[in-house]
C-alpha cells in the first residue's frame, strides 16, 4: 500500500480558504501523476469560530481501493506531514472543551514532518513543541501567519509556497514537477508557479530526537462513557468563587475547569500596573470574563480564560497600558499581577522587553481596503 496523508492546522475562519486551497492543490498534483486523492476538512469546532484551531486533509493514493482502505478511520492518525499555518499552534492544540490540549505532532507519522511557517527559528520552535517520542523533521518556511476574514482572502501565495515546501519534504506524495503543474492550471498564474519553485528550494529541515521538544504534560481528562451519559442535554452550572480575599467587594468568576481557551490565541495583553487608572473598562468589555479584579483593585487577565481578542486593548484609554503582543514571546501562563507584585523593577524590565517590539499581527482584516495597504507599504 502506498498511501500519503497531509494534515493541515489551521485557524478557524481565518486560515479557512488557505487551508482549502492547500488540500485540494495536493490533491491536483496527484492526478498529474496519474493518482488518486481527495480533499476534506474535520471540523474541530462546529461551527467553526474565529481562531479555533481546525483541521483539513488531503490523502493520496495509487489506487481508489487502498484509498478507501486508509479513509475508513475518524481522521488519519499517522499523517506523513503535518502543516501548520500558524507557528503558535505549535505549543498544542484545543479544538473541543473534552477533547484536552492536543500536541502538534500528535498525529505525526514518525519519521515523518511537521512543516511550519514561522519567522522563529527552528531551535526556538523545538522548545515549544511536545515531546514525541519519536524522531521526525521539522521544516520552516519564513513566513507570518496568514490571516484574513470570513468574507476575505490574503492572497499572499502562502499556499502555494506550502505546496512548493510539501514537494521537497515529501516527494513520495507529489513531486515539484506536478506540484508546479497543478498551479499552473488553478491558479493561472506565474508569479505563483515562481513562489512554489523557490520555496521548495529554500525550505529547510531539521531533525528532531525522540526526546527533544517541551516536557509539559498536555491537560487532558477523562471522558464519560455511554454507561455514565444522562438522558438529553445536561450542561453544569458552575458556581461563582466568591469574595476575594482581601478587598470589600468584587468577586472572582467561576471558570470550567477543563475548558482552556489559550490555544486559540496568538497573542496576549500585557498589562502596565504601574500606569492602570483601575477604569474597569477591560474588566466590563472583556467578552469571556478572563478579568479578575486584584485584592488591591486592579484588573488581571487570566492567561488560561483569555482567547486574545485584543477588546481590551481597544478600550482602554492609557496608552500602552494594555498591550497585545504575539505568543511568541511567551512560554508560560502565569499571572502578570503576581509577578509585578513580587518585583516592580522586574516587571517593568520584562514588561518593556515584550512591548518594545512585537511582532506582526492580525486578527482578520480591520477595514475595506486594508490588505490593499498592506502590498503598498511592503513594496515601498
Known sequence: MSTGSVEVVYRGIFQK???????RGIVFAAIKEGKIGIAFGRYSDSPERNGIPAKQFAVVSDTEEELQEYLSRYEPDNNDVTMVA?????????????????????????DGTLLVT?????????????????????????AQASFSGLWVYKDDHTDVRLLGALAKVAPHIVSLDSVLEAIKDQWKDDKKVASAKKA????????????????????????????????????????????????????????NPTFKKYSTRTMRPVINFSTC???????????????????????????????GCGVCEAVCPVKEC??????????????????????????SAWLAEKIANPPARSHGFHHIGQYAEEIANESS
Open 322 to 347: 494594555v498591550t497585545m503582543v504575539n505568543e511568541e514571546a511567551f512560554e508560560d501562563n502565569d499571572s502578570q499581577w503576581e509577578l509585578w507584585t513580587k518585583d516592580k523593577d522586574g516587571y
Open 118 to 142: 514561522s519567522t522563529q527559528s527552528a531551535n526556538k520552535l523545538i522548545k515549544t513543541i511536545h515531546r514525541k517520542g519519536s524522531p521526525y523533521d521539522l521544516a520552516t518556511i519564513k
Open 200 to 255: 521548495h528550494d529554500e525550505t529547510e529541515s531539521t531533525s528532531v530526537g525522540a526526546e527533544q521538544g517541551s516536557d509539559a504534560e498536555p491537560f487532558s481528562f477523562d471522558m464519560p462513557g455511554y454507561t455514565k451519559m444522562e438522558e438529553g442535554l445536561v450542561i453544569r452550572g458552575i458556581a461563582a468563587k466568591g469574595d476575594i480575599p482581601g478587598r470589600d467587594g468584587g468577586f472572582v468568576p467561576g471558570r
Open 86 to 110: 500558524d507557528d503558535t499552534l505549535c505549543k498544542g492544540v484545543e479544538s473541543w472543551a473534552w477533547y484536552g490540549l492536543q500536541p502538534i505532532n500528535k498525529l505525526l507519522a514518525k
Open 17 to 23: 480558504t488557505l487551508a482549502k486551497n492547500i488540500c
Open 277 to 307: 487608572t483601575k477604569c474597569t473598562l477591560c474588566w466590563l468589555n472583556c467578552p469571556d470574563t478572563c478579568f479578575d479584579i486584584t485584592p488591591d483593585g486592579f484588573y488581571e487577565a487570566n492567561m488560561e480564560a483569555c482567547c
